[in-house]
């Protein structure tokens, strides 16, 4: 991940082959279907990439890496409830 940080491109190729089946597996256990699996599995890594700097290196990587993908499966999960919620209100409010 340091070298990641310092602007090493491959040193991200090296991750992802690393954990992308890992983080996909985990995804796929909790997500509803292809697309929102498929979605999710892309925001895990766009989060890594905006999180890089953030990232402390006295601590362990994977379990940093899952704490962004479980972030993004409860982000997932609120949006689609507040989603429900705004059609029940539009709903109530056209009866």
């Known amino acids: 991940m340091q070298a990641y940080i310092e602007g090493d491109a491959l040193a991200f190729e090296e991750l ?5 089946a890992r983080i996909y597996a985990y995804l796929k256990q909790r997500l509803g279907n292809q ?5 999710s ?7 890594l990439h905006r999180s890089r700097a ?9 379990p940093w890496l899952f704490t962004i993908t479980r972030n993004v499966v409860v982000d997932h999960w609120r949006r689609l409830a507040r989603n429900r919620e705004e059609i029940l209100t539009e709903t109530d409010s056209v009866l």
């Open 41 to 47: 599995f892309q925001e895990v890594f766009l989060h």
């Open 35 to 39: 697309a929102q699996l498929n979605d």
């Open 54 to 62: 953030r990232y402390d290196a006295t601590l362990p990587f994977l």
């Open 16 to 20: 992802y082959s690393r954990h992308s």
